[in-house]
């Protein structure tokens, strides 16, 4: 089901009632998650919980920086942040921001700029722009643009990974072991000449295609798997683990900061697409999520990895094929689960003490259950399970 007729099904004007034999693949307030506002205005209050609560999760350095909560670039919701912005932008005038629409997708509306000028000619022609629709009104995230993206044939890339969600209350999450990166086809450079110049620094699909540069057989993908081995073999074992290991953590607390707000319908589950940038020091930050990660294919390879995610997705929602079931516990047997694996659990990570997502996030020994089993060569989730 779309986004769009999701809305529909449970609007309270509509009545509709689903019944226990249908099942959906949204949760009907996705958007807390999904929008980007909405994202950053949750794990900002998830870390003000958490700063209340003394947890040691949201400590800070002596810049005032979370030392472990510090995963979404500086952001804020324009207009009704101007004045904020404005001066955290004076307190480094030569920095770049990235200006986004916040309920659109495939790169649409997205432009750098790095003078406060550009945004007030923005304001002032929001009307009449190309890259804004005609409601003036229309809500923008503006945020720090990570400057020094780790390149890879001097090229700038993110992650698409995919997170399925079964249930939120107790959180069980599962991530996909075939996600995949998308290169810029043009070289990067930070120089602001080239700031205007999206086919360098924008790497959704839906704007490389356009490039002179694109390659339609391997799309300017590459695989997960390729990555890990190319980080392993220039940057070492241990560096390139631990990168995936706070990929995990970041994507696992970002589900935990919605958790509260989001319905959880038991006839839901939902796959999302995000999307991950890690800077040249090897630090992942967490760019957006997407509620409708595209699945249309640009290559042959993309079409075999997202025909495997619609049918390892399906797998899980209804085991075995069956007519599905809303009332059932959604912990599906091992021998289901494809090529996903469980990314948390919170009903089990409860067993191991309150404490666990500190004890893994700092490197400390979780005992078995969170034991990470170097010793077998391979990147296991177990520090979430």
Request: contains cysteine; charged residues 25%; proline residues 5%.
């Amino acid at each position: 089901m779309s986004v769009q007729t999701i809305r529909n099904v449970f609007s309270v004007e509509t009545g509709y009632r689903l019944s226990d034999d249908q099942i959906v693949n949204h949760f009907p307030n996705h958007y807390e998650l999904t929008r980007k506002d909405l994202m950053v205005k949750n794990i900002k209050r998830y870390r003000r919980e958490l700063e209340k609560e003394g947890s040691p999760l949201a400590e800070k350095d002596e810049n005032g920086k979370y030392i472990y909560l510090d995963f979404v670039p500086v952001t804020f919701m324009l207009p009704a942040d101007y004045n904020l912005f404005v001066e955290e932008f004076r307190k480094n005038p030569s920095s770049t921001w990235i200006m986004k629409p916040c309920g659109k997708a495939q790169g649409k509306g997205i432009f750098l700029i790095n003078k406060l000028s550009q945004i007030k000619k923005w304001s002032r022609d929001s009307k009449t722009s190309s890259f804004v629709s005609q409601s003036s009104k229309e809500a923008y995230v503006i945020s720090l643009y990570i400057n020094n993206p780790l390149l890879i044939g001097g090229k700038k890339f993110d992650l698409r990974l995919y997170v399925l969600v079964s249930t939120y209350r107790p959180l069980r999450c599962y991530m996909y072991k075939l996600g995949f990166c998308r290169f810029c086809t043009v070289k990067y450079t930070p120089s602001t000449s080239e700031l205007d110049n999206m086919f360098v620094h924008l790497t959704n699909v839906a704007i490389q295609k356009h490039g002179d540069d694109y390659n339609h057989i391997h799309g300017g993908k590459w695989t997960v798997s390729n990555l890990r081995l190319y980080l392993e073999s220039t940057r070492g074992k241990e560096v390139t683990n631990k990168l995936f290991d706070e990929i995990h953590w970041i994507i696992v607390q970002s589900l935990k900061a919605v958790a509260p707000v989001m319905n959880n319908d038991k006839h839901c589950f939902e796959c999302y697409g995000y999307d991950i940038i890690i800077d040249d020091k090897l630090k992942p930050w967490l760019i957006e999520v997407n509620a409708s990660p595209s699945l249309t294919s640009s290559t042959a390879n993309d079409r075999i990895l997202k025909y495997n995610l619609i049918n390892d997705t399906l797998n899980i929602a209804v085991p075995n094929g069956e007519i599905p079931d809303c009332k059932w516990n959604k912990s599906p047997p091992k021998e289901v689960l494809g090529n996903y694996e469980v990314l948390y659990d919170e009903e089990m990570a409860q067993s191991d003490g309150p404490d666990r997502d500190f004890r893994s996030r700092s490197g400390q020994s979780t005992g078995t259950k969170g034991g990470r089993a170097r010793d077998l060569g391979k990147p296991v989730l177990t520090t979430w399970k």
